[in-house]
């Protein structure tokens, strides 16, 4: 196999960044690759996910997992193949994901390991169409959302992995869409290819004007992906009984000092919003419904989505920081190993 | 008849505040009673509630109601007796209800003016008791807030005329009730007299360190009176899935400059919070089961409640800082003219 490791090697975390996560916050290190004992299974890495929440696993505060701790390997989802198994329930060869975390091989007794089905699709798809950013985009949207056809829904991130699902299951939906990106590039890619009704770039001096031009009946929905001065201007926007789906606040997590909220907060009350926070894995019993629907608009085309793979587990904490500057397009990831032939 | 005027004195709003609102913010003008003609009815107001909406409602901005234009009576919400009637439905000595606004009298053709079922409780208790702040209290913490037994309850503004309410609700629903208030007689009057299981000053210097203590289960419900800086403090003590009912927020009223949100907002998507913004009337449908509730409660002991009457309306733009400065203690109101004898 033209790549895939005859060691395990694993990104472990060495120290707690500051800002940007920095290389030397890891240390990469290299074990033998473990053998199965009864019950066991090991499974190779193909697809390594980068996710804005791996940003706060990396700090040592409450949240809804614990912290990664010093000396752990980093966690991270990933899909994969099972290599060997002495495990009933698996066989080598099947498709397989989880928490695989920052290595190329995991040793598991198969819990928390899903059986993927075998589709038509890229094997990177499995992180880029489904999986979280599939549950969160689909959940997000519809079921912390409840849209109704012709609503706004204003989305910012929308370029994203998750923004740029939430446009096009809003289109597909009724609503119209209008997102917020960081380049213009990104922005007529949403309005071209995704059919979004507007797209506007926030660098621009313009901005706020344009948004308010481009939703001239308000925001009903505002998909919340990036927090800061965006929330601020989009609650100014929002109409009577609106929704926030507060989804991710992108650009507080590097913050080294507390960012302020909205000053306008108490527009909470006079327009009698909603804000909601959510996590994909509370809607775990909707993934059977995301994935008939999704393989359904995929396959009829309209649905699109983008992978950005860097190749190499190597690159991995080099490439997360893409996340952050805004230079990837589509869900990112890491080629940890080569997938299987297409089927 | 002792206190009433052989005029109409009105208070109409000449300039919009910056920051606390001052007598010469208005003007005392006096009118001629007017005369119902056919089909309109004359009120005589008996009580104005001073309410800390009312600070809203002179700045000239888009909310919930449109603002209090300069020259026009303030807006207030009153009881009182149907002076004279041409009006088929009501008679002269009905109790009445509605934004009568800050004047002795008003002219009605009988639209948005409810009649008041006669009760033994003091006039008073109209706004005191039932009226807006029954009903923000009662839907607010049932209906928004959706508390389940067990759990615990954080009120801030908590010796006000709705947060003393909601508190005591609370317990008669088996939540542990804890509640923020500014003066240690404050937080004695709820502890002693309305048996909060806990009630800090957040003046005091170790206020955080004491409220962390007051709630060893986290917070399940915080119910919103003041913003700024105690929201903040709130949202670090709240668990997954915790409500935030978003009353008001009294800090924010008079400022001159923005004040920035919270901080932390970021936890409302890690521990999946829901931060609703409400009022009252959006819940006019539970009225009549609010009255009956309370009546219930009133009359076995379980809701007490004060009032704080300022007499005469000449003081009305004074009094009404009272609602900034913490000195009210219990639902502030004006005593405009005398009310009927006891029943």
Chains 1, 2 share one sequence.
């Not at 031009?213 to 308000?218: I, L, R, T």
Request: charged share 20%; with cysteine.
């Amino acid at each position: 196999m033209a790549m895939s490791n005859r060691v395990n090697r694993q990104w472990r975390l060495k120290s707690r960044p500051t800002g940007l996560i920095k290389p030397d916050n890891f240390e990469f290190v290299s074990e033998a690759i473990p053998e199965p004992a009864e019950a066991q299974l090991l499974i190779r890495s193909v697809y390594l996910s980068l996710d804005p929440a791996m940003r706060g696993w990396m700090v040592d505060r409450p949240s809804y997992v614990p912290p990664v701790q010093i000396g752990e390997v980093m966690r991270g989802l990933a899909v994969g193949l099972v290599e060997k198994s002495n495990h009933p329930k698996f066989s080598a060869g099947d498709r397989v994901q989880g928490m695989f975390g920052w290595q190329d091989y995991l040793l598991s007794n198969g819990e928390a390991v899903t059986k993927l089905p075998v589709n038509q699709l890229p094997f990177s798809a499995y992180l880029g169409l489904f999986g979280l950013v599939g549950l969160t985009s689909y959940a997000g949207l519809l079921e912390v959302g409840q849209p109704k056809a012709g609503e706004t829904l204003l989305v910012s991130g929308a370029a994203g992995s998750v923004g740029s699902l939430v446009g096009q299951i809003g289109k597909i939906k009724g609503l119209r869409v209008v997102g917020i990106a960081g380049s213009d590039q990104k922005c007529n890619w949403l309005r071209e290819e995704l059919a979004f009704d507007a797209a506007l770039n926030y660098k621009e001096a313009n901005f706020k004007k344009e948004l308010r031009a481009a939703c001239p009946n308000g925001v009903d929905i505002y998909f919340e992906n990036v927090g800061g001065e965006i929330l601020e201007t989009a609650l100014y926007l929002m109409n009577t009984f609106g929704r926030v789906v507060a989804c991710g606040m992108i650009s507080l997590y590097n913050a080294i000092q507390p960012v302020p909220g909205p000053a306008n907060f108490a527009l909470v009350i006079s327009k009698r919003l909603k804000i909601q926070g959510f996590i994909a894995t509370d809607y775990s019993s909707k993934l059977k419904e995301m994935v008939s629907s999704f393989t359904e608009w995929y396959s009829s085309g309209q649905l699109k989505y983008r992978v950005d793979i860097v190749r190499g587990l190597e690159e991995a904490p080099v490439a997360i920081n893409k996340l952050f500057d805004g230079s990837n397009q589509g869900k990112l990831m890491v080629q940890v190993s080569d997938p299987p032939l297409a089927t």
